[in-house]
């Protein structure tokens, strides 16, 4: 009877500490960042975006990289990656993303210009870009306002 008992523990200890590994090999960039391991990613996926041949690749690893980068809180290299992503992708909404990562490092008057050229030609995306060219303005009026006062 303890002798099955101890056999009891001994595999449960086992499967135990067995299920709480992880064994998850990270081969590229992409697999780091699907796994959120966006550390990880961010070199990986630089050297394949070094070693891309084609604009269409290189567009899908910089937007990744944006990401990545966005995901770390680290904006003003997400913008880099982000304006790359747009200067190699066919993506529709590689501006959009490019528009929203300028203005999140406070470059409004850039991202005011970029989103007035995306809404140009996505006009049915007139209600989630309009109020992002509105805050724009609004920031960009505020500064002046505030110059003024001085």
């Known amino acids: 009877m303890k002798l099955n008992r101890k056999i009891f523990v001994l595999f449960f200890t086992s499967f135990l500490i067995l ?3 992880t ?18 990613a961010i070199p990986l996926l630089e050297e394949e975006f070094n070693k891309a041949k084609d604009q269409k690749t290189k567009g899908e690893i910089a ?18 990656w982000y304006k790359t992503f ?12 490019f528009g929203k990562a300028l203005m999140r490092n406070e470059k409004y008057k850039e991202a005011k210009e970029i989103l007035e ?8 995306e007139r209600k989630l870009v309009e109020p992002l060219i509105t805050s724009c303005q ?13």
């Open 138 to 150: 609004y920031v960009l009026d505020e500064g002046k306002s505030d110059l003024e006062l001085v």
């Open 63 to 80: 937007q990744l990289l944006a990401e990545s980068f966005d995901n770390q809180n680290k904006f003003e290299e997400a913008e880099i």
């Open 19 to 21: 299920g709480c590994t």
């Open 117 to 124: 050229q995306y809404l140009k030609l996505n006009r049915q």
């Open 23 to 40: 064994s998850n090999k990270i081969n590229s960039g992409t697999q780091a960042f699907q796994l959120k391991r966006y550390a990880t």
């Open 86 to 97: 747009r200067d190699n992708s066919l993506e529709p909404n590689a501006p959009l993303l």
